[in-house]
């Protein structure tokens, strides 16, 4: 094996755990999270300001439902946005 081959080799490997251990982190931040969370603590768990969060859940780009008024976030939504967000960053792009 080359010099070539053994850095990309090397790479692919530290990537894989990159993600791997992005994605322990990712679910294990919220374990101690409700299942479904208003929008002051979506916003909290996520370290954006509520009006951010509420962009996002008006575009779409975090799923959410309203009781009334009042938006709600699951913990799964989170966690996959969180996700999202990283295979964004992994491939150069943001959501």
Same mark, same amino acid.
């Given at each position: ?5 053994? *850095? ?15 994605? #322990? ?57 969180? #996700? ?9 792009? *943001?959501?």
């Amino acid at each position: 094996m080359n010099a070539i081959e053994q *850095v990309s080799v090397s790479t692919s490997r530290d990537i894989a755990k990159t993600q791997a251990d992005s994605q #322990k982190a990712s679910t294990g931040l919220f374990e101690p999270l409700p299942d479904v969370l208003d929008i002051s603590e979506a916003a909290e768990a996520l370290r954006v300001p509520i009006q951010a969060l509420r962009d996002l859940l008006r575009r779409g780009k975090i799923r959410g439902f309203k009781t009334g008024a009042h938006w709600k976030v699951t913990k799964i939504i989170l966690i996959d946005f969180i #996700k999202r967000q990283e295979a964004a960053l992994m491939k150069g792009s *943001v959501i």
